[in-house]
């Protein structure tokens, strides 16, 4: 009889050990997996960052967006992209409003104004939302962090691919983007023009004919690159420092049959863009790194958020295309 109440003793002993081991385990499993869900749904670092984007997956978008979520995944960010119906200053300010009263933590966007985004940066500031611009070229808000692109090098790259092409002979008319702006040059077209002209040799046998200003919002672009012609028969080489302005100078080449007699530089990777390039119309074109751009701009959010990082502007390179690449 004692050996058997011993006996039982023991099952009841082993049986609450093995019924303690897979509580723990279930304990164990179930937090993981939670652990798992909160990193996946972005609630590991508890920050919600949003990105004001351009509807369309043209290149540019598409590699931004990879990026950027592959930031996000690595930092535990609940990351969401919001699409613009149109790229207008107040639908713009509109949306990042909205997203600071919803109470994101961070919030990144391009601006196309100084006065009415700073405006809105300043609002989101005092409402303790993180802000962060990308692509400014022109419009460099005050006190904002930003990521873009190196503006010199965008110009040494184009004055190499100059070079390259007319083997440093011809006669060369630049055209950018830029409004009509009462402060002056603007800094993104200064550095631009800088890192074209130092690509130049001292003989002055490839030169800078005449430089034109144009504000693409206002359907200007295809007048002005008639203008160039006109006023200057003897240009043989255009740069543009600006994608609409490339693929409409491209578009006036081969409406005009000047293939083969001007050497374009563009700038930008749209599909169009990409294509005249392989057909020979496009010399070779300057890009945004896509990619690491979406990537950098929620690392540096992440990194202001967590570690009080610096709120500067970080300028990424550019990357080059022509045909035998």
Known sequence: MKNIKSSFTRFILLFLLCVSILLVAGNYIIGKVREGKQIQNG??????IQIITEKGNDNFWKGFRKGAQRSA??????????????R????????????????????????TDITLCSEAADLARENGTTVLTFESEENILPMTAGVNSDYHQVGTEQGSLLMEAT???????VIMDEKDMQEGEVLCNVEKMRGIVECFPDDGKLQIVDYYKVDIEMFQTEKVIRRVFEEHPEVDSLICTDAVITQTASEYIKNKGLEGRICLIGYGSLPETLEDIKNGIIYGSVYPDEEEMGYQVVQKLYDILENDGREDILNLKVKVIKGDS
């Open 43 to 48: 609630l590991a670092a508890g920050y919600h």
């Open 73 to 86: 995944d690595e930092n535990g960010i609940l990351l969401e992209f919001v699409d613009l119906d149109t």
């Open 167 to 173: 083997g440093g002979v011809g006669n060369v008319a």
């Open 88 to 111: 207008t200053t107040d639908e713009i300010v509109s949306l990042v409003k909205r997203g600071v009263y919803s109470g994101v933590d961070g919030i990144a966007f391009c601006p």
